[in-house]
């Protein structure tokens, strides 16, 4: 078979059509037979079976490829749609955008100019129209669609630190140079802001030095009394604070800044105001919306739609209130948006992207409201954040686990407990372990962090299909593992008396299947 018989055309279309239904065909298999969200697997055991694969031998058949796909890939994927994933913050994924992820694969179109795209451009900039409408904000908005949300961060910035810049020599009796004032230039966020914001400021040739934290309350909301004590030391000292990053939504706790009180300190101070929504941005379509209130008041707003709209990977978006300050990333080349394009009024995306090369992830966005609706979206992401209500009381009520604050979305941040406690050291091990064992057993996934210098376990909670029977039996697992260990270990006993997650759990479901029609939840029970 010659190589040309593998580009996709006219002449092609039917080996196209043939081999995209062998490969949906065996994905659909293995999400129908898929019983726990991972298979176990090591790295060391898995690690020389792709090694094994000579890339310098081509299989030249798609069936034969696909069944080696089956043994490095598919087989011991991590599965997100399983109910028992309750790690990251990965979704499982709604099929209107996985049909969108075909077609804008095929098609292959760029969205930086008008000639690589044309309808995807306008598709693009219709779905970023609609978003800072749901956010609030006017006429002047604008934004680009990004890989994800530690881009977005990086953008929105950038984009603060070139007004910071531009206000500073604009305002200052003596001629300033962007050198002079770069030094001088801070970044405020609370403690339990998302990591890329240090990131950012090291990319931006700021220094990590340039982020100050600010100190949170009990329910890890950035403190405005610190922020506003802040705000006063930077300009005591004459430095420059470039913006203050507020979170809807952090990565640990779900947990969203007080918005409205942070846009007022913000706007005192003339200081840019950007809102980290990658993950709260769900409750744009939900229920919930007055959580975000604030939010219309900022400047820049990241939202992740791969996180809390359903959508694969990537589907992001950096939003700013005021169009103009995306001139800071636009460049002209000849080749590609020359200036007169722009003079022409020809839409070329490329104007306000710090990318050049994108694809057309806002494709798999239309789709999905085309088919499904905001509201459709929305009342998945109510879904979980009421079912993660009912884990926080399971969690409460059983004596085995602490749980560390009550959630705003869907994350929860617990560990175990041996009884009695036996000091800081033997619980962080216990709770590293039990994790670990969990996850090599395959028949859940839950993530871990630290909180105040312990080790806790999280949950994350994105998946509709997850009852309170699959987080009452993965509890009991949890438990298992810890005690356990604890037994095996230091011939201390576990926390296996009968859990107050079981009975829970049990009446939770009970009053779930009440509730609400259809089998799948008792179909579930742990």
């Avoid at 693009?124 to 977005?152: N, P, V, Y």
Wanted: proline letters at 5%; one cysteine or more.
């Amino acid at each position: 078979m010659s190589s040309r018989s593998h580009l996709l055309n006219d002449r092609t279309a039917e080996t196209y059509r043939r081999s995209l239904t062998a490969g949906v065909e065996r994905v659909a298999q293995r999400i129908a037979r898929a019983d726990r969200p991972f298979t176990g697997i090591t790295p060391a055991q898995l690690a020389p079976v792709v090694s094994d694969v000579n890339l310098e031998e081509p299989l030249g058949d798609p069936a034969a490829a696909l069944e080696e796909l089956e043994k490095v890939y598919l087989r011991d994927a991590v599965y997100f749609h399983h109910p028992r994933y309750l790690a990251h913050l990965n979704c499982p994924v709604v099929i209107p955008a996985v049909l969108g992820e075909a077609v804008l694969s095929a098609v292959n179109s760029s969205l930086d100019t008008w000639d690589q795209s044309a309808g995807g451009t306008l598709i693009e900039r219709r779905l970023i129209k609609w978003t800072t409408d749901r956010i609030g904000f006017g006429r002047a908005s604008d934004g680009i669609f990004t890989s994800g949300g530690t881009q977005s961060n990086l953008q929105a910035l950038l984009l603060a630190r070139d007004e910071a810049c531009r206000l500073a020599e604009k305002n200052s009796t003596t001629p300033l140079r962007k050198p002079e004032i770069l030094p001088r230039l801070r970044i405020l966020t609370s403690e339990c802001s998302h990591f890329s914001v240090e990131k950012a400021a090291t990319l931006l040739g700021l220094g990590p030095e340039a982020v100050l934290t600010v100190p949170c309350d009990r329910n890890r909301r950035m403190r405005t009394s610190a922020l506003a004590a802040e705000l006063e030391r930077c300009e005591s000292e004459d430095l420059v604070v470039m913006a203050v990053v507020a979170t809807a939504g952090t990565t640990d706790f779900g947990s969203i800044d007080p918005l409205p009180e942070i846009a007022d300190l913000c706007e005192r101070a003339g200081t840019w105001m950007h809102v980290d929504a990658a993950y709260g941005c769900g409750l744009l379509v939900s229920r919930r919306r007055h959580l975000l209130d604030g939010i219309e008041r900022a400047d820049s707003v990241t939202v992740d739609y791969h996180k809390s709209f359903f959508q694969p990977v990537s589907s992001s978006a950096v939003l700013v209130r005021d169009e103009t300050t995306l001139r800071h990333v636009t460049y002209h080349a000849d080749y590609l948006n020359p200036a007169r394009a722009a003079e022409n009024s020809i839409p070329n995306q490329v104007d306000k992207s710090i990318q050049t090369t994108r694809r057309f992830d806002a494709l798999k966005l239309w789709l999905t409201l085309r088919i499904m609706g905001a509201d459709g979206i929305g009342e998945l992401f109510d879904e979980v954040v009421d079912r993660t209500a009912d884990a926080w009381r399971l969690l409460s009520e059983d004596p085995r686990f602490e749980v560390v604050t009550r959630p705003q979305l869907s994350t929860l941040v617990f560990r175990y407990v041996p009884h009695p406690a036996e000091g800081t050291a033997l619980i962080d091990e216990v709770n590293l372990h039990a994790r670990e064992a969990l996850f090599a057993s395959g028949e859940a996934v839950v993530a871990s962090t630290v909180v105040d210098g312990s080790h806790y376990l999280k949950f994350t909670l994105l998946n509709p299909e997850t009852s309170l029977s699959d987080i009452a039996a993965v509890l009991d697992l949890i438990a298992e593992h810890a005690g356990r260990h604890l037994t095996e270990q230091h011939g201390l006993p576990g926390r296996t008396d009968p859990s107050a997650a079981q009975s829970a759990g049990r009446a939770g479901g009970a009053a779930l299947r009440h509730t609400q029609s259809g089998p799948e939840l008792s179909r579930r029970a742990g």
